[in-house]
């Protein structure tokens, strides 16, 4: 049977923390097009995926030892009379809160806080943001983005690939490099390394982000929104000024600035539901008032509205939604046990998140009739299958669909 994006045919869940096998790996996003294939976690012989093994290896890890070479890291950057001796990006989470207020007032440093806003702030996400800034007392630097730019490269994002996150993904991890040129500022910390969450358990063995993440060479290389970096100059007038702040800097541009980009979370032992508490401790941080549509969470990624549409059509492409997300971290954390999570995935997965669609749309020019006849061009054939005029998965973790 045909599948797009080079996913498994075979689909197949982890015993342990309910992840599928079609759950892509974390990838560069400036090189994303429609034909390209994805990698996926790895799930072995014994239904065991990568990010339970490493979830059993990370409680084996020494973090006293590491957080003494954190200490070193930071001895070296200190800054003096004020200079600003490390970047946190962020837009007021909760990671970005945890990340800078810990490296501030229980290590010394003095962050400079960099925010790449969300394409549509929620109420509450940007009432977080102030609080952020406000109670951490953090010094902030904010892109003013064009909007123009922002609507053209998300509306081509979805029609292209179905990615309704991903200039916000770009501009969130590439402005602060620019910010950390300008500024000449060689330190910029993340909070925990997405590989935890199904790349190969080899990428979490340094708390450095490879530089061919972050560097490129050649524009012909480049694709924004799924479309080539030349079709965007000549259909829309966008130079390299204009896209530059979506783009790394070019490996000239980087030049023997010493850059590095590093994950705390290498060093620490970063648990989300901690990092939440922490959060509304010291940076007063709120959940959303209410339950989050497609999961059963209230706290997480919650700052910008099409946060929710970005869930929903990983379900689409992938088979698996937000709840399955959350769920699989949780008992990675052995917060949930498996037969709480396959009931929360069985009540909320691939619930259609409705309450900001109709704003998204409207904001982006996409018709609804538009948006549903392209989603369903990114539905696999062997994930998905048309029965008296619905959609229904063939496969999922609870055994209930139609191929089971």
């Given at each position: 049977m045909k599948t797009l994006f080079g996913l498994p045919k075979k689909v197949i869940f982890c015993k342990k923390s309910?992840?599928?096998n079609q759950r892509p790996n974390s990838s560069i996003e400036f090189r994303h097009r429609f034909n390209s294939l994805k990698k996926t976690i790895n799930i072995d012989?014994?239904?065991?995926?990568?990010?339970?093994?490493?979830?059993?290896k990370k409680k084996k890890i020494d973090f006293n030892y590491r957080e003494k070479q954190l200490l070193k890291l930071l001895?070296?950057?200190?800054?003096?009379?004020?200079?600003?001796d490390c970047i946190v990006p962020g837009s007021g989470g909760k990671?970005?809160?945890?990340?800078s207020y810990i490296l501030k007032y229980k290590y010394g440093m003095n962050p400079l806080t960099v925010t790449w806003p969300p394409i549509m702030y929620t109420n509450y996400g940007y009432k977080n943001f102030l609080n952020w800034i406000k109670y951490g007392k953090f010094k902030n630097i904010s892109a003013k983005r064009n909007e123009r730019e922002t609507k053209i490269l998300t509306k081509l994002a979805i029609l292209n690939l179905m990615h309704p996150f991903q200039s916000f993904i770009l501009g969130q991890k590439n402005f602060p490099i620019r910010i950390a040129l300008k500024y000449k500022i060689p330190?910029?910390?993340?909070g925990e390394n997405e590989a935890e969450h199904g790349n190969p358990i080899s990428d979490n063995n340094t708390s450095l982000k490879s530089k061919s993440q972050y560097t490129f060479?050649?524009?012909?290389?480049?694709?924004?929104?799924?479309?080539?970096?030349?079709?965007?100059?000549?259909?829309?007038?966008?130079?390299?000024?204009?896209?530059k702040n979506y783009l790394p800097p070019k490996k000239d541009e980087l030049g023997s600035f010493p850059l590095e980009i590093h994950y705390l979370g290498y060093y620490l032992n970063w648990i989300p539901q901690e990092t939440y508490y922490y959060s509304v401790e010291n940076c007063n941080f709120q959940p959303r008032?209410?339950?989050?549509?497609?999961?059963?969470?209230?706290?997480?990624?919650?700052?910008?509205?099409?946060?929710?549409?970005?869930?929903?059509?990983?379900?689409?492409?992938?088979?698996?939604?937000?709840?399955?997300?959350?769920?699989s971290q949780e008992l990675r954390n052995d917060h949930l046990t498996i037969e709480e999570g396959k009931k929360l995935i069985a009540k909320y997965d691939g619930e259609f998140p409705s309450r900001y669609f109709d704003e998204i749309l409207k904001y982006l020019n996409i018709t609804k009739k538009n948006f549903f006849i392209t989603l369903d061009k990114f539905r696999?054939?062997?994930?998905?299958?048309?029965?008296?005029?619905?959609?229904?998965?063939?496969?999922n973790v609870n055994k209930t669909g139609l191929d089971d």
């Open positions: 309910l992840i599928s012989k014994n239904s065991i995926s990568d990010a339970w093994k490493y979830s059993r001895k070296l950057h200190r800054g003096k009379h004020g200079k600003y990671d970005s809160c945890y990340a330190l910029i910390f993340y060479e050649n524009l012909n290389d480049v694709y924004l929104g799924g479309v080539s970096y030349r079709e965007l100059n000549k259909r829309y007038n966008f130079d390299y000024n204009n896209l008032p209410f339950r989050t549509q497609g999961t059963y969470s209230k706290y997480n990624s919650i700052d910008d509205k099409i946060d929710d549409l970005h869930f929903y059509t990983l379900f689409t492409k992938f088979g698996i939604g937000r709840a399955t997300y959350d769920v696999s054939p062997h994930l998905w299958k048309k029965r008296n005029g619905n959609w229904y998965l063939r496969h």
